[in-house]
């Protein structure tokens, strides 16, 4: 089984659309939201991408948005997504197939591992297997061992499966590095202590307290 891997084009959900390789790969992987270069796949085994990735662990990934270091706004985030996904595998043999409902396949399963911008609204709405959020800029080689345990963890038991499909419940997002939630605002404020005085008081007489 051959490792496929570059841009993704025209592709539907749970498959693998026209993949169009670069025939010179450069020591960056530029994503954007805006055109054809939208997203970065490989097709494959979890092993076959994750030996892509370490021998390649010098190539950083990045938006196109805020290549250069360019300052982005609190609505709009820089950094980049990381989906396993499941697609269907014609090459898969029935006795693989059977075998996936009871144990995990993992070495001889074929995954898609999508790499594309973080924009909430879409993410929500694509189903995945592990999702992992980067810092834009990060290089392959900091975030390769983080993938490995994310990848081969065990996977849902059939009732986890179940809540996921009747609640919409969202798929678990492991965090390497990112911006805080433009709804948070943290501000600096200062408190002042007002002043008291204490005036003493003359102590009642006992002449006072003999007239009540």
Request: with cysteine; hydrophobic share 35%.
């Amino acid at each position: 089984m051959k490792l496929l891997y570059g841009y993704e084009i025209n592709a539907l959900p749970g498959q693998v659309g026209h993949v169009v390789c670069p025939p010179l790969l450069s020591t960056k992987i530029t994503v954007s939201s805006a055109n054809n270069t939208s997203r970065w796949i490989f097709y494959g085994t979890r092993k076959q991408i994750l030996e892509w990735i370490r021998d390649h662990a010098d190539i950083t990934i990045e938006n196109a948005i805020f290549v250069g270091g360019k300052d982005c706004n609190n609505n709009v985030h820089s950094e980049l997504v990381i989906d396993l996904q499941y697609v269907y595998d014609q090459d898969q043999t029935y006795v693989d197939y059977i075998k996936s409902y009871f144990v995990d396949i993992y070495d001889v399963e074929r995954v898609k591992c999508e790499i594309r911008p973080r924009i909430d609204s879409k993410d929500s709405m694509i189903p995945s297997l592990s999702r992992v959020t980067v810092a834009n800029g990060c290089r392959l080689g900091d975030i390769v061992d983080d993938l490995e345990i994310e990848w081969y963890k065990p996977g849902d038991s059939y009732v986890r499966q179940a809540v996921h499909l009747f609640t919409d419940e969202p798929t678990p997002n492991h965090i390497l590095g990112a911006k805080p939630p433009s709804s948070i605002q943290v501000t600096a404020t200062t408190t002042r202590e007002t002043p008291t005085s204490t005036v003493d008081a003359p102590m009642p007489s006992e002449a006072d307290l003999s007239i009540r």
